[in-house]
């Protein structure tokens, strides 16, 4: 398994500011995902953050609003940017060790934003 | 993705045994089944996956028709901590993330 570590779990944010949510690994992984959750809705994935390359986004999801670094095989940085009130969700940071088909994904406790 | 139906809700009695159902009738040959559960605030929590033959761990077991296009987690004793919404997922092929349905909010009754 993998431990990871969401900083901060818990902020309330001003409208128009930005956040950087940084995902800590115990340990190396191949993958790193960033996904979000809407209140009352399901999980959707944000972007793949890849090491020393840009990140690869899902439709719907663009750098300039959710900029990701991944230094390292073992931390990833979302920053939500120029929040609004719709940005106000649970983000969470997943990670597979090794790649390829029945890897096990893990996930971590997420980091509620309240935009206001 | 293939695509899968859940139950939206269910009821359990705590110490029973609890069944989720999950029905992916488009499922391709080598696309694993994969479930989480998510209690609320904490993130999504690994249960188990499989591609063909039935699968045990200490949280539950997996069992997978023959046809593969439907499965059921089996939750041995369900007990109040087992309260969650549990996703069935169908990983396709090449993928190295998960796609999310709204999967099935799971109550254990005492």
């Known amino acids: 398994s993998a431990v990871i570590s969401q900083k901060p779990s818990r902020d309330i944010c001003q409208r128009g500011t930005s956040l950087t949510i940084q995902c800590q690994v115990d340990?190396?992984?191949?993958?790193m995902f960033w996904y979000r959750q809407q209140p009352g809705q399901s999980l959707t994935l944000i972007a793949t953050?890849?090491?020393?390359?840009?990140?690869?986004?899902e439709s719907g999801f663009v750098i300039d609003k959710f900029p990701i670094s991944r230094p390292n095989l073992t931390f990833s940085t979302l920053t939500v940017s120029n929040m609004s009130p719709e940005d106000s969700s649970i983000y969470l940071c997943s990670v597979a060790k090794t790649v390829g088909p029945g890897n096990t994904i893990y996930f971590g406790e997420g980091s509620w934003l309240t935009v206001v | 993705d293939a695509k899968t139906t859940q139950p939206p809700s269910m009821d359990c009695a705590e110490g029973r045994a609890a069944n989720l159902p999950c029905n992916h009738s488009t499922i391709s040959g080598n696309e694993y089944v994969y479930w989480y559960r998510q209690i609320h605030s904490q993130g999504p929590q690994y249960i188990i996956h499989?591609?063909?033959n039935n699968e045990t761990n200490e949280m539950a077991s997996l069992i997978i028709t023959e046809d593969r296009k439907s499965s059921t987690l089996i939750l041995p004793h369900a007990t109040l901590r087992d309260t969650a919404v549990y996703y069935c997922?169908?990983?396709?092929?090449?993928?190295?993330?998960?796609?999310f349905g709204t999967g099935t909010r799971l109550t254990v009754i005492p």
């Open positions: 997922i169908v990983r396709r092929t090449g993928a190295n993330n998960l796609f």
């Open positions: 499989g591609l063909k």
């Open positions: 953050a890849n090491q020393g390359s840009e990140a690869t986004y």
């Open positions: 340990s190396q992984v191949t993958m």
